[in-house]
C-alpha cells in the first residue's frame, strides 16, 4: 500500500512518524518530490489537492482528507470517479472546535468585545450581565462537531437548538430540519454558530434574509467555511445593529485580503482560520485505520457521499 502525501506548504515530518508508529511499514510519498510511479499510488492523504491531480493516479483506492471538510477535495472537476472519499472524524479536531466555540459563545455571553473597548477608552464601567439560560445559541449543523459543541454548550445552562438536514435526539437540544426549522431557529438564536459542510445547500447560507430573520443584536460565531456567508450582507447587518458582533475563523478567500472590510470592522473579530487544527498525534490513529480498511475494500471512516457533497 502506497499513500501519498498532498498538502502544499505542511511539513510531512511529523506526519510520517505519526503514520509509521500505527503502520511501521507504511510505504508514504510526497507529493510533488517523492511520489515515484503514479500506478504505485494506492491511497492520497490531502488538504487541498491541486486540481487534476488526483487523475493523474489510475491505481487510486481511496482519497482521505487531512481536515472535515471535503469541499476542497470535491470541487476538482476532474475527481476521478468511484473512488471512496472520507471526512476526517477526529478527536482532537472535535476537542478544538468545542474549546473553540464556547470561548467564542462566552465571549460574546460575557461581552468581552466591550469590556476591551472600555479598556482601550479607559472607561471603567459595569455592563449588565445575562443569565445563561437567557441566552439562546442556535447551531447549524449538528454534526460530528456541532453536536459535540451543542452539548458543552448545555453544560453552561445555555437554551440549545440545532438544524440539520435530519431529525436528531441529543439531550438538551432542540432538533430542527428544512426551510420552516431553519427559520424557527434562527429567530430564537441569540447567538449563532455556524458549522455546516460547504456544500451547493448552504452555500450563501447566511445572507441578509436569514441573518435579518435573527433577533435583533444577535451574535453570529461562523468557524465553517467563509462562502456561508454573503459578505456585504453581514457588514450591513452590523451596521444597521441587526447584529451586535460576529467572530468569523474562516473566509471566501483565505488568508484574509489585506484591504477586506472585515479586518477593521469594530464588531467583527477576525481568527486566521483557526479554530480547530488537525494534529498528526491525534489524527494519525484514526488516518491509520482508514488507511487499513482501504487496503481491505471496507468502507471507510467518514466515508461521504459523493453526490450529497459532504
Ligand atoms: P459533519 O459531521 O458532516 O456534520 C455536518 C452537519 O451539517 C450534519 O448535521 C448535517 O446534517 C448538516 N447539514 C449538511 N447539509 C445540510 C443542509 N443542506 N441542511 C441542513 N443541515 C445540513 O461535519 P463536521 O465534521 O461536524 O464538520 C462541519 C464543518 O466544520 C466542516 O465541513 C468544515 O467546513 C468545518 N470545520 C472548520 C474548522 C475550522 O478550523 N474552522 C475545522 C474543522 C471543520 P445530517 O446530520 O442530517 O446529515
Ligand atoms: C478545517 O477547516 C477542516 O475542515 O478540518
Given at each position: 500500500m502506497a499513500l501519498l502525501f498532498i498538502c502544499e506548504g505542511e511539513d510531512p515530518t511529523d506526519w510520517e512518524s505519526a503514520l509509521r508508529a500505527e503502520i511501521p511499514d507504511l510505504d508514504m510519498r510526497v507529493w510533488p518530490d517523492r511520489v515515484?510511479?503514479?500506478?504505485?499510488?494506492?491511497?492520497?492523504?490531502?488538504?487541498?489537492?491541486?486540481?487534476?491531480?488526483l487523475a493523474t493516479f489510475p491505481n487510486l483506492k481511496a482519497i482521505l482528507s487531512l481536515g472535515a471538510g471535503i469541499e476542497h477535495i470535491l470541487r476538482d472537476p476532474e475527481l476521478p470517479p468511484g473512488i471512496p472519499v472520507a471526512r476526517l472524524i477526529d478527536p482532537g479536531l472535535q476537542s478544538g472546535m468545542v474549546e473553540f466555540v464556547t470561548m467564542e459563545v462566552l465571549r460574546h455571553?460575557?461581552?468581552?468585545?466591550?469590556?476591551?473597548?472600555?479598556?482601550?477608552?479607559?472607561?471603567?464601567?459595569?455592563?449588565?450581565?445575562?443569565?445563561?439560560?437567557?441566552?439562546?445559541?442556535?447551531?447549524?449543523?449538528?454534526g460530528h462537531l456541532g453536536a459535540a459543541c451543542g452539548e458543552m454548550l448545555t453544560r453552561f445552562g445555555?437554551?440549545?437548538?440545532?438544524?440539520a438536514r435530519t431529525e436528531k435526539d441529543l439531550p438538551g437540544i432542540a432538533s430542527?430540519?428544512?426551510e420552516d426549522g431553519l427559520f424557527s431557529l434562527l429567530e430564537r438564536s441569540d447567538i449563532l454558530v455556524c458549522l455546516l459542510p460547504l456544500t451547493p445547500d448552504t452555500e450563501d447560507i447566511l445572507d441578509a434574509t436569514t441573518l435579518g430573520a435573527l433577533p435583533r443584536g444577535a451574535v453570529l460565531i461562523n468557524t465553517a467555511r467563509?462562502?456561508?456567508?454573503?459578505?456585504?450582507?453581514?457588514?450591513?447587518?452590523?451596521?444597521?445593529?441587526?447584529?451586535?458582533?460576529?467572530?468569523?475563523?474562516?473566509?471566501?478567500?483565505?488568508p484574509l485580503p489585506a484591504d477586506h472590510p472585515f479586518w477593521s470592522h469594530p464588531n467583527i473579530i477576525v481568527y486566521p482560520h483557526a479554530a480547530a487544527w488537525t494534529l498528526p498525534e491525534?489524527?494519525?490513529?484514526?488516518?491509520?485505520?482508514?488507511?487499513?480498511?482501504?487496503?481491505?475494500?471496507?468502507e471507510l471512516v467518514g466515508q461521504i457521499e459523493v453526490r450529497r457533497g459532504y
Open positions: 515515484g510511479n503514479p500506478d504505485e499510488i494506492d491511497i492520497v492523504l490531502t488538504w487541498q489537492p491541486p486540481r487534476g491531480l455571553h460575557r461581552r468581552e468585545p466591550e469590556y476591551r473597548a472600555q479598556q482601550r477608552a479607559g472607561d471603567w464601567r459595569l455592563l449588565r450581565q445575562s443569565l445563561s439560560c437567557d441566552r439562546r445559541i442556535g447551531i447549524l449543523g449538528l445555555f437554551p440549545v437548538s440545532g438544524w430542527y430540519t428544512g467563509g462562502k456561508h456567508v454573503v459578505d456585504d450582507d453581514l457588514i450591513e447587518a452590523l451596521d444597521s445593529g441587526q447584529l451586535s458582533g460576529a467572530t468569523l475563523d474562516v473566509f471566501r478567500e483565505e491525534s489524527a494519525a490513529p484514526v488516518i491509520a485505520d482508514n488507511i487499513v480498511r482501504a487496503a481491505e475494500g471496507r
